[in-house]
């Protein structure tokens, strides 16, 4: 063991990750390593028994089993071809205005988020369907991609999500309130996204021309049932999970194995459904969770070692130090997970950080439910912020190269839905009760 002070081993780990990140290798080989040799050499063989009690406390959470149910759902429903048909619908009625297919494109990851919630699939979705409607009429390339990360980053946040999953028991908060306190909020950026490009359409008519008429030629009555046949498995869906929690008929893993059971039958309904749907599901579901896993296993296991060596007393402190009280501290804190969100993935910033600030917040008066809100929204940004930006580079894979979009086009493109999500969290500071005002009527 090596005599290291609690101020040494924080500035080490801490630069360590964000210097290791930079290398190319995988996220979870990095923060693991680096946690077991720091342990190792602060904590001696002892380190193993540290980080094996805190990854089997996280793992054996009945929670966390929510997560592979609520990706094999999401995984379904994408292949049930929901998308496509909300797009026909939507296209008929908001076509008309100036940027509607990009509000269109928002509304639809704004429905995706509610049902799929996993990013790549919903980005690469919009990508497929809208992306060519949009080029075909003379829609800026820059506003197209912008709306199609922004619409289809939702899905992190509006539950059911895999975040909330994953943050409640790092937080020791309840998911099904995480859950109904992320609604709002996430309701609040598409609205947001939703004026900022009428407003923008409106004012530069020629970036986001609107459908002609005769395109959208279709009698009222066939428009409504349309809608109405378009929207109805979404509800189900929506109703299946998030409801039977509201009401307190069942906690969120079991309605995540209702939303897993509904999203199968909606897929047999639109007889996409067979055994290769079922095996690249069960595959895709597999995949993912054993990514997360890793991650969550290692990030874990760095957040023992940081801790337990009383690193987080120090970072603590400098924090608690901070001018400006607690709106001081909370600035201070937002300001670093946007940082390390544009140079990791969300899922170690949750297991590295939450940990971390948590004790600080409730010292600092915040309500827990709102500040774990609060970090959620701001990882938002973390998909749409360079150099490691997820939803960029999925939007950039997704593209047809015939359309000749360009990183720079998806970046000058991301640039003002950042901003509004910054405005997004204004206003939740500002009006705390647009977060927790929804999780209190909820039936206990």
């Not at 498995?233 to 009401?247: M, Q």
Request: charged share 10%; aromatic share 10%.
């Amino acid at each position: 063991m090596i005599d290291l002070s609690p101020e040494a081993i924080a500035a080490i780990m801490i630069g360590g990750v964000l210097l290791l990140v930079l290398t190319g290798y995988p996220l979870g080989l990095v923060i693991g390593s680096l946690s077991l040799i720091m342990g190792y050499f602060v904590f001696g063989t002892a380190v193993v028994e540290v980080i094996y009690a805190r990854i089997y406390g996280i793992m054996t959470d009945y929670i966390i089993l929510a997560a592979p149910l609520f990706i094999f759902m999401g995984g379904m429903l994408e292949r049930a071809g929901i998308t496509e048909k909300l797009y026909e619908v939507l296209y008929l009625w908001l076509g008309g205005l100036r940027g509607g297919l990009a509000i269109v494109t928002v509304l639809i990851g704004t429905i995706l988020a509610a049902c799929v919630g996993i990013i790549a699939a919903s980005i690469t979705m919009l990508t497929l369907v809208a992306l060519p409607s949009m080029m075909k009429r003379g829609y800026s390339k820059s506003l197209a991609t912008g709306s199609i990360c922004a619409g289809g980053c939702l899905g992190i946040l509006i539950p059911p999500s895999i975040m909330l999953v994953l943050y409640g028991p790092m937080a020791g908060i309840s998911v099904g309130r995480l859950f109904f306190g992320a609604f709002v909020p996430g309701f609040i950026l598409s609205g947001l996204y939703c004026t900022y490009i009428a407003v923008r359409s409106y004012l530069q008519p020629e970036i986001a021309p609107s459908v002609p008429a005769a395109e959208r030629r279709v009698p009222l009555t066939k428009k409504l049932s349309m809608l109405a046949v378009a929207l109805v498995p979404p509800v189900i869906l929506v109703f299946s999970v998030l409801g039977v929690i509201f009401v307190g008929i069942a906690p969120p893993t079991e309605a995540a194995g209702i939303g897993a059971l509904v999203a199968t039958f909606l897929t047999v309904a639109y007889r996409r459904f067979n055994f290769t749907v079922l095996k690249d599901v069960a595959l895709l579901t597999l995949r993912s969770c054993g990514f997360i896993f890793l991650i969550v296993t290692m990030a874990v296991a760095f957040s023992a070692v940081f801790l337990g060596a009383g690193a987080g007393d120090v970072v603590k402190n400098v924090v608690l130090a901070a001018p400006g009280g607690h709106w001081g501290i909370f600035a201070i804190i937002m300001f670093i997970v946007f940082i390390l969100g544009m140079f990791m993935d969300w899922l170690p910033i949750i297991f590295i950080i939450v940990p971390i600030v948590t004790p600080i917040a409730a010292e600092a008066g915040f309500n827990p439910l709102w500040f774990g809100i609060m970090v959620c929204v701001n990882l938002q940004m973390c998909f749409m912020t360079p150099p490691f930006a997820g939803g960029i580079f999925i939007c950039r894979g997704a593209c047809d190269p015939a359309w000749g979009v360009t990183m720079g086009d998806i970046i000058r493109g991301v640039i003002p839905f950042v901003i509004l999500i910054m405005v997004g969290i204004t206003l939740c500071a500002v009006f705390p009760e647009l977060i927790t005002w929804l999780p209190q009527q909820m039936i206990k």
